[in-house]
T-cell receptor, first 113, second 116 residues
Framework: SQKIEQNSEALNIQEGKTATLTCNYT??????LQWYRQDPGRGPVFLLL?????KEKRKERLKVTFDTTLKQSLFHITASQPADSATYLC????????????FGSGTRLSIRP | GAVVSQHPSWVICKSGTSVKIECRSL??????MFWYRQFPKQSLMLMAT?????????EQGVEKDKFLINHASLTLSTLTVTSAHPEDSSFYIC????????????FGPGTRLTVT
């Protein structure tokens, strides 16, 4: 069965450092991968999308890589700030329905001052 | 732009009653909307895909007679939890896929359902 793993349930890092989150998947050939931010009691907010033929995408302090051979995506936040503390979700799409996405379990990121 | 609203934001109901949750795309049209359920400290689990003017497609293990979905217009989908039980208590989130945009999804703020 399809499986998406974000292999850190929680990650604590010092402000100013780079946070790196990992998303691995099995039994899936996604057309694209997305990263979302979710704050407690709120819906997810879209951050970045990367397609299967793209290796890397950047947006301000965010960088996403996508390795379809390793079946892995890395999500980096550079110069992290306490305001970046949230749960980050990866999601895969492009299966039976092009717009349908399946979420990973999420990583709770805490940035300490 | 691309705002999705949900109503109500929270609801408490008695066991055995039904609850309707609305999902609206405020500034765009959406042919497809999705309904998710999220339990505490868990990820979002897709319940069903809702297409305007047609029957919803439910994920494996989701009872279609218990979770009724209606997508009557390009800006509104509703989820009705029928004969609610305490185990249905959860955070329900919808998302909308804009017309003509395959990969984009915009999420609502969620509805907290508590069944007593």
């Amino acid at each position: 069965s399809q499986k998406i793993e974000q292999n850190s349930e929680a990650l604590n890092i010092q402000e100013g450092k780079t946070a790196t989150l990992t998303c691995n998947y099995t039994n899936y050939s996604p057309a694209y991968l997305q990263w979302y931010r979710q704050d407690p009691g709120r819906g997810p907010v879209f951050l970045l999308l990367i397609r299967e033929n793209e290796k890397e995408k950047r947006k301000e302090r965010l960088k996403v890589t996508f390795d379809t051979t390793l079946k892995q995506s890395l999500f980096h936040i550079t110069a992290s700030q306490p305001a970046d503390s949230a749960t980050y979700l990866c999601a895969l799409g492009g299966g039976s329905s092009a717009s349908k996405i399946i979420f990973g379990s999420g990583t709770r990121l805490s940035i300490r001052p | 732009g691309a705002v999705v609203s949900q109503h109500p934001s929270w609801v408490i109901c008695k066991s055995g009653t039904s609850v309707k949750i609305e999902c609206r795309s405020l500034d765009f049209q959406a042919t497809t909307m999705f309904w998710y359920r999220q339990f505490p400290k868990q990820s979002l689990m897709l319940m069903a895909t809702s297409n305007e003017g047609s029957k919803a497609t439910y994920e494996q293990g989701v009872e279609k007679d218990k979770f009724l979905i209606n997508h009557a217009s390009l800006t509104l989908s509703t989820l009705t939890v029928t004969s609610a039980h305490p185990e249905d208590s959860s955070f329900y989130i919808c998302s909308a896929n804009p017309l003509g945009a395959t990969y984009e999804q915009y999420f609502g703020p969620g509805t907290r359902l508590t069944v007593t």
